[in-house]
């Protein structure tokens, strides 16, 4: 009788056993049969979402950045998929061009990447050879036919003169001056303006010197100086444009 008793009781162990798996297993299946119905949704809104780009619209001057230059540049990027596509590596690879100064790119939907493109714009000619950018960059070209100001310094220094050209050109422009070349040398600034009027001035105190000519500037019939040099500790010297300059002290 014991014994009929004990299996009894083992055969009801196993079966609830059996029935808790079960319980345990009916919500797992549930979770995975939504996820998977969650992941076909995705996969099939990427599929739709994501056609391919293959139309390229470019809009910029192309003065010096050509539309197949671009484009070659592009290779392994474009074309992707609207969404794979991502926007900041391209603007990332078309800055790397050396005559690129700014890149939008916008995904218009449904097959075209827009990209509006700014190049740079050469302000000057650096050492008779190369041209300068307005932030003194060195651009890999030499329009010769343009008529830019000539500028000069050592290796190195393609920044700092930009920067004292701007300031030069201004005070210039203020007194109806336009300067058409800056040479930076181990005697100091030379400036010359239109009519080959110049000026000297110290490489330490430059802006010092203008502001002291500024004072008595208009004293001069500028027409009628070659030079005017500011490197003296006191005044300066005039040198005017007869045969024979004179050169006075102020």
Known sequence: MKAKGAVRNKKSRESFIKMDWIGYLKPVSLVVTISCILISVVLLIMQLVNKDITELKIDGPFKHVSQSQIRSELEGIFPAGYITLNVEDVVEQLLAMPMVSQVEAEKVWPNTLKLTMHEEKPVAIWNQKNMLSQMGEILPLALAQLQLPQLNGRLGESRIVMQHYQLFNHWGKRHQ??????????????????????????SAQAMQGLQQLEDVLYQFDIERIHRIDLRYEQGFSVAWKEKEPVVGQG
């Not at 336009?178 to 000297?200: K, M, P, R, V």
């Open 177 to 202: 001056l336009a300067l058409q070349a800056l040479n930076n040398t181990a005697s100091g600034w030379q400036l010359i303006y239109e009519n080959d009027f110049q000026i000297w001035l110290d």
